[in-house]
């Protein structure tokens, strides 16, 4: 039997998991080797998710990939209604410099017992900011004042958000939620 490098058991891997999501394999997994080349791959995290738009199925795929200096993020949308028979992917480099946020986060239920039975976990995001994209939260300004009738304009914060991945157990399965929370670790590591 031929043993794998580490690298190459972790390519192997991560094209496996690709493939089991039969969310075009071949495309998807051009798209992240393209962007990684020779790199060392460090980890990755996969997911897979359908929403629906206009009363039609929608499947996206989000690949991220750690090496020594780059986290590549890969995203495979369907196109819409309108072109039934094209995809999207895009491979994004980001430099691990570049990255000055990287949160994990955690919902869980009954936190006074955790972790002992009795404390479950519902969801967990990874969020992390390069300064690519940012939300912007708007909303009439007001005083303290309740019978103040006056036009105290508009406040608003701009948050940066460039990427955000939100599993859960119920919709995605323990082992993903667990990948999810390890790669945000592995992550929160090499940032720095």
């Known amino acids: 039997m031929i043993q794998l490098s580490p690298e190459a058991s972790k390519a192997a891997a991560l094209k496996k998991e690709v493939e089991d999501c039969r969310f075009f394999p071949e495309l ?8 990684l080349g020779k790199q060392r ?25 750690l090496t020594d200096k780059q986290l590549i993020i890969s995203h495979t949308d369907e196109q819409d209604a309108g072109y039934p028979d094209r995809a999207i992917t895009s491979a994004e480099v980001v430099a691990l410099r570049a990255i000055h946020s990287v949160v994990v986060t955690r919902s869980v239920h009954h936190p006074e017992k955790y972790p002992a039975n009795g404390s479950q976990l519902v969801e967990a995001w990874l969020t992390l900011a390069w300064g690519a994209a940012s939300r912007l939260d708007i909303g009439p300004a007001t005083c303290e004042d309740p019978q103040c009738e006056a036009d105290h304009g508009w406040t608003g914060m701009s948050v940066p958000n460039d990427l955000t991945v939100r599993m859960s157990p119920a919709g995605d399965g323990w082992q993903s939620v667990e990948k999810l929370m390890a790669f945000g670790s592995l992550l929160q590591e090499h940032v720095g």
Request: aromatic letters at 10%; proline letters at 0%.
């Open 28 to 35: 998807v997994w051009a798209s992240i080797s393209g962007a």
């Open 41 to 65: 791959m460090l980890g990755y995290l996969v997911h897979h998710e359908a929403s629906f738009a206009t009363g039609d199925l929608q499947r996206h795929l989000t690949a991220l990939v």
